[in-house]
Each structure stands twice: as C-alpha cells, then as structure tokens.
C-alpha cells in the first residue's frame, strides 16, 4: 500500500535550513496495521503528514496505492484523499456549524455517493452514536467526538487509515474506546492502518513497531 524510498524533508526555520526526516526506507504492505512510535520532534507527524499527501517532501518518493504523490497535482491529492484515505487526527476537526450526522455526511456527498444520508447514519451506529446524530460537536464529549472523527474518516470504506494520536486528547476510558473501535474496523474492513501514538501499549497491539529519532528509522520490530 505504501512505499517510501530515500525520503527526506528540510523546512526553513529563521533563514536556516532544518531536517525533519532523514533518508526514509519504508514498505507498508496492504492491510498492515502499523504503529509509528518515538520521541517529540522526532518527525512521527510530518510523515503521517506526507503519506497523506498533505505535504511534499524535499526529496525522495512516497508511493501510495502505486501511485508517486510526487506526479499529482494538487487536485489530484484531494481526489486521492477523498477516495482512498480516512485520516483521524489528535484534535477532532469537526465542523461546528454542522450536526454529528452532517459532519460524517459530507464525505460521502463529496464522494458522489446517493444515499449519504443513510450511509452516514449506518457509520454513526457503527460507532455507538446513534442517539447524537443531531447534536452538534459542542454539545458531545470529547470521546463522542473522536468517535464521530472515526466514523467520518470511514466513511467510504478507505484503503489506508492514518491517525496521528487518536487518543491524545481522551481520558484512559475514553481512549481505550476510541481505540478499540478503530481496531475493530480496521479488522473488519481489512483496511491498512499507519498509527502514531506514544502509547506503546497501543503500539504493542500493531503488527509491527517501528521507532524514529531525530527524523530517521532507528529500530523496527515485527510481531511474530
């Protein structure tokens, strides 16, 4: 599903160039579940950003799906997105002015699908919410809300699944929730997952580990 070869991004801080990742070798093969472990500022976040196509690096490729998100155009990104990947962030993203419902819904209807509303609903019970549909982002709980973001980022049945920190703004109840639901339909859909997260007892429960440090892969470990 993702293939990262000698990948490398440098940002501009104060007139003076700054690594954020090093030579990146990495192959993530379709319906993995991987975890993206390792220190702040260790540039976790800028690659989930770049597998997103949210980002470009400075050198290097990143394939998703077979496709080099190099070749794309910006539009063509938002295709692939809307399409292909379901990204869950750490702050939950909601639109305020729309309900739970509408807030799964727009994706659908952005990716012409005819019964959106019906589809959109079906996510909201897959995630336990089916009593919030007209309730708006300020009027759940942080762990609603999350629940909400996960059941928007699958809306479409997503090939890849990105979340950077799912659980970082959650209490332990909370977060084990959250987390056991995006485990479950990642199971279920056999979709590949690439998660960041500090827990490593959430990474644990990966297929395989890999940790970076100071933008480069330093250790790698595959569950037997």
């Not at 993995?32 to 260790?42: D, M, T």
């Not at 799912?166 to 056999?190: C, E, F, M, W, Y």
């Not at 998660?195 to 595959?222: N, P, Q, S």
């Amino acid at each position: 599903m993702i293939t990262i070869e000698n990948l490398s991004m440098s940002l501009t801080s104060a007139g003076r160039p700054v690594t954020i990742l090093k030579n990146i070798q990495l192959h993530v093969p379709e319906k993995e579940l991987l975890a993206i472990v390792g220190p702040s500022g260790s540039g976790k976040s800028t690659l989930l950003g770049l597998m997103a196509g949210l980002d470009r690096p400075t050198s290097g490729k990143m394939i998703v799906d077979g496709v080099d998100l190099s070749s794309l155009s910006e539009d063509a990104l938002a295709t692939l997105r809307r399409e292909k990947i379901g990204m869950v962030f750490q702050s939950f993203h909601l639109i305020p002015t729309m309900t739970a419902l509408e807030n799964v819904q727009i994706p659908l209807e952005l990716q012409g699908k005819p019964d959106a509303a019906k589809e959109a609903r079906r996510l909201m019970t897959a995630v336990g919410l089916e009593a919030r549909c007209e309730h708006y982002p300020v009027q759940l709980s942080g762990g609603e809300q999350q629940r909400v973001a996960v059941a928007r980022a699958y809306a479409g049945s997503p090939s890849l699944l990105l979340a950077d920190e799912p659980t970082g703004n959650l209490d332990s109840k909370n977060g084990a929730r959250v987390i056991d639901l995006l485990l479950n339909l990642h199971r279920d859909l056999g979709n590949t997952f690439v998660l960041v997260t500090h827990d490593m007892a959430l990474a644990e429960r990966a297929d395989r580990i890999i940790t970076l440090r100071d933008g480069e892969i330093v250790e790698e470990d595959a569950k037997p």
